[in-house]
């Protein structure tokens, strides 16, 4: 079945969010983004406000939408929520020699992918793929209620990588040699290795040990 035009919009704008192909603090008008489209602004229109509910925009009539910058402090409250679940799931995983098993063979398969990404993909890309790696740790957790929990992270987490590899694009493979190394920590069935090591991760990543929001 094939997305609304309305539904579009809303995937598309959001995507350009994320990427940063619209970066925080721009404004930003309906026929700007229909043109883009090849759309007419009415399901533009319906998505600017569905974005505004989530947090993602702020409309000003007869002026634009404004793109909501990463707000200060939101990194930090972000991977507060993320450490907790995903050091969480781990421990239940490593608890599980059958599920561990099965997830670091999920795990290396996605190292794959990010080297590849890594050597020819976008930052967007690349987000995603990191996303999907921290993903299937907590979805071997199996708890649904933080499966769906850390979703609703999802494409703010993504929106807060991409701009830290736009920021410094080196740091791609830093990232993936992080990754392996939780991976590793699983394998060996090291919960307490596994947290801290995601901990020193993402606030690197992020640089929240600068004292950093963004």
Known sequence: MQPSASELAYLTVKEMIVSGELPGGE???EGDIAGRMDVSRTPVREAFLRLQVEGWMRLYPKRGALVVPIAPGEAEHIVSARRLVEAGSAREVVADERARTELVRQLRASLIRQREIAATGTAAEFSAADADFHRLIVRAGGNPLLDAFYDSLRERQRRMTTHSISRDPGQ???????HAQLAGHIEAGDADGFASAVDSHMRRVHRLNEGSTS
């Open 172 to 178: 791609i493979e830093q990232i993936v040699d992080d």
């Open 27 to 29: 404004l930003v008008s």
